[in-house]
């Protein structure tokens, strides 16, 4: 809920010690961002039988921003048409932003071991 004009913002003193601490960051992320990655999405999934690059979805349990039900369908669907080229991790316990979570740079081997295990040998 959006304060009143010359009202304080009652989320305020959150938002600094968001901003203030290393462990977090707060983006400028927008309505328009989001309407765009949704339909990116729906146009992926759309098309899934189209895909021809090794795909990684990292996804957070605790997550309350992202709908986490549809992760393993887009991975199962991606396989169907070519075995492998979707991987699922899954982190039960981490939150929303993965890559700025304390386990960040385990998350990180966890996606270059992915990537890597796709390339020529």
């Given at each position: ?87 699922l991790q899954t982190y ?30």
């Amino acid at each position: 809920m959006r304060p009143k004009r010359g009202q304080k913002c009652p989320f305020r003193p959150l938002y600094e010690a968001f901003k203030d601490d290393p462990m977090t960051h707060i983006g400028a992320s927008t309505w328009g961002a989001g309407l765009a990655f949704l339909k990116a999405f729906d146009a992926m999934t759309a098309e899934v039988d189209r895909v021809a690059t090794p795909l990684l979805v990292l996804s957070a349990g605790e997550n309350t921003y992202v709908d986490n039900s549809r992760h393993p369908l887009l991975c199962e669907a991606i396989n169907a048409g070519t075995p492998g080229l979707g991987t699922l991790q899954t982190y039960p316990d981490e939150w929303h932003e993965l890559l700025n979570e304390v386990r960040r740079v385990q998350h990180l081997e966890t996606a270059l071991g992915v990537f890597d295990s796709h390339l020529p040998q």
